[in-house]
Structures are given as C-alpha cells and as structure tokens.
C-alpha cells in the first residue's frame, strides 16, 4: 500500500455463511525527503564551515558524525553524504559539494612618519586605528581592518587574485612620499589618494610589506 491501511480477513463455510475472521493495520511510512545546507560551501582551505541536514530523526554522514548538524574544517575539495532515517526507520541520502580555494595573507605597518622622508626610521612608532581597505582589481571591496596598538594590520583569508589596498587618513595628517626606499622600510600608498600599486596574492607572493607612513 502507499498509504496506511487495514484488512479484513473473512472465512465463508459451505453453505455459504461468512464471518470476519481477522483484521490487520498496515502502518506506511513516507520515505524522507532530505535537505542539505552548508553555513559557506566556497571558501578559503583550511577554515570550517557547519553543514545541516533535516528531514529525519537519525542523521549519518559519510565523515562518521551522527547529529543533524557537523562543523568541518576542509582542505580539499569535498562531498558529504549524509543518510536520514524517519521514525519509521525509513531512509534516505543526499548529499552537498563544498570546495575550497587557495588563500592567501596581506599586511605590516603604519607609522608616525616624523620627518616625511617615506623610510621608517628608529624612534619613528606604529600608529593605531587607521583603516586599511582591500579592494580587488574591479574596485570592489573585499575587507576592512584597522591597525592595532603598535601600528600592525594583517588581512588573510584573501582568495588568490590581484588587489590593491586604500588607506584612510586620519584626520590633520598627510601621506608620507610613496617607494622611496626597499618595501621592507618605505610606504607602498600613494601620497595624495592613499591608494597602493596593484599586486598579486598567489601561492607565491603573499604581501606581508604594504607599509603606510603618515605625518
């Protein structure tokens, strides 16, 4: 049956006399219908996302987890299938793909410029709370961070790519002269816009060097 029933049994004798004789319920389960979500399912390698599944009242995924919703770190590219059982003990799978990317960090340094040679110099302190903006190379914003007590900024989880970051001036202060030493020491923002070269994020270049100097 599809649905639930009950059947009849009935027992005739020769002359024709007919009784009911028995009586059984058929109990039908619908088989579930599982759905599947991810809290992110593209993202960077090596960070976690929540998977959830509903539809059932037992849950088993193919990573050996048994609640309604795991947590994953992932490293590759991945499919989890998860097996849903009604309370009917009917079941049912599905499944989700989340795929990761390469990812990679930026950051370093603002300074109090003193004298506005460009060249971070001793005596010469991190400033703190200056927004750095990272922008892709179409012009769309990706993150914002602000510098912390010793000048420091760190953005990471960036998706291989090219970008360019933008650095907001504080009030009553001036850029220092951009690139006029090695990138280990000068400021990589231009003095009137605040804004850096274009570069690249890749398996090879991570841009830990994008000073800022303000005087």
Known sequence: PTITTKYYVTASDLFGCVSLADSQMVTVFNIPNPTIQASRNNFCKGLSTTITATGG???SWSSGQNTASI???VN?????VVTVTNAGGCSASTSIAIMVENCGSIGDKVWQDK???GIQESGENGIASVNIE???????????VSSNGTGQYTMDTIKYG?????????IDHLFSPKDKGSDLSDSDVDRITGLSNIFSVN????NPNLDVGIF
């Open 162 to 170: 090219n970008y360019y970051i933008k650095a907001i001036l504080p």
């Open 115 to 117: 004298n506005g040679n």
């Open 71 to 73: 947590n994953v770190v």
């Open 134 to 144: 990272l922008y892709d190379q179409s012009g769309i914003l990706k993150q914002v």
């Open 76 to 80: 590759a590219n991945t499919n989890y």
């Open 203 to 206: 398996s090879t270049t991570q």
């Open 57 to 59: 009242s037992i849950y």
